[in-house]
């Protein structure tokens, strides 16, 4: 099956900074990227759908300014938290959309602002 | 608003029981649906998914599922379930919301087989 990385697999900031997550498509191409955040023993919740070379969308509450979302190209996707504080801290899973309209989902980034 | 609910938050059952895991969806325009499975320190694995076609479909590992449209359901089941199913199973709808198409996922049921 089509495979997803993420880099890095953990992450610990400091209030305040910022941090950049990857996520790559291996041996696909992925026209839509989508980021995910997972909460203890919680579902995933969609954060936003990203296209290639455009602007991402973003789901009702999240903050467009603080998760800095780029989609560089039809491999790679990045998610950049702004200014983190602890209540960032989460699970922060990608996604590839694959031709067939499921997902292939990357291993995640647990971030951990102190 | 549209959302999916699984029933079953957790699940413990003996090697060799059966298992069937509730789905249930509220959106009234078509859908896609999938069933992933996330075994402990991995990520989401796809076990099987509905676009079209034969209601019933058949995933990995043994598993299959049932679209019911009237029900609105997409239960997961299979026959016999091994110690090595133990993991923790999402469900999750793809439907048009906001102008675009997103996966919606259940809360996710984690099931536990003792051998």
């Known amino acids: 099956g089509a495979v997803v990385s993420q880099h890095p697999s953990r992450v610990i900031c400091k209030s305040g900074t910022s941090v950049k997550i990857e996520c790559r498509s291996l041996d696909f191409q992925a026209t839509t990227m989508f980021w995910y955040r997972q909460f203890p023993k919680q579902s995933l919740m969609l954060m936003a759908t990203s296209n290639e070379g455009s602007k991402a969308t973003y789901e009702q509450g999240v903050e467009k300014d603080k998760f800095l979302i780029n989609h560089a190209s039809l491999t790679l996707s990045t998610l950049t938290v702004t200014s983190a504080h602890p209540e960032d801290s989460s699970f922060y899973i990608c996604s590839g959309g694959g031709l067939g309209g499921e997902q292939y989902f990357g291993p995640g980034t647990r971030l951990t602002v102190t | 608003a549209q959302s999916v609910s699984q029933h079953n938050h957790h699940v413990i059952l003996s090697e060799a029981a059966s298992l069937e895991l509730g789905c249930n969806y509220s959106y009234g325009g078509t859908v896609n649906l999938f069933w992933y499975v996330q075994y402990p320190g991995q990520h989401l694995q796809l076990l099987?998914?509905?676009?079209?076609?034969?209601?019933?479909?058949?995933?990995?590992?043994?598993?299959?599922?049932?679209?019911?449209?009237?029900?609105?359901?997409?239960?997961?089941?299979?026959?016999?379930?091994?110690?090595?199913?133990?993991?923790?199973?999402?469900?999750?709808?793809?439907?048009?919301?906001?102008?675009?198409?997103?996966?919606?996922?259940?809360?996710?049921?984690?099931?536990a087989v003792h051998p």
């Open chain 2, 48 to 111: 099987l998914k509905y676009f079209s076609g034969d209601p019933l479909v058949k995933g990995i590992k043994g598993f299959e599922a049932e679209f019911i449209k009237s029900k609105f359901s997409f239960n997961l089941r299979k026959p016999s379930v091994q110690w090595s199913d133990t993991a923790e199973y999402f469900c999750a709808v793809d439907m048009f919301s906001g102008g675009y198409n997103k996966l919606i996922f259940g809360a996710g049921t984690r099931l």
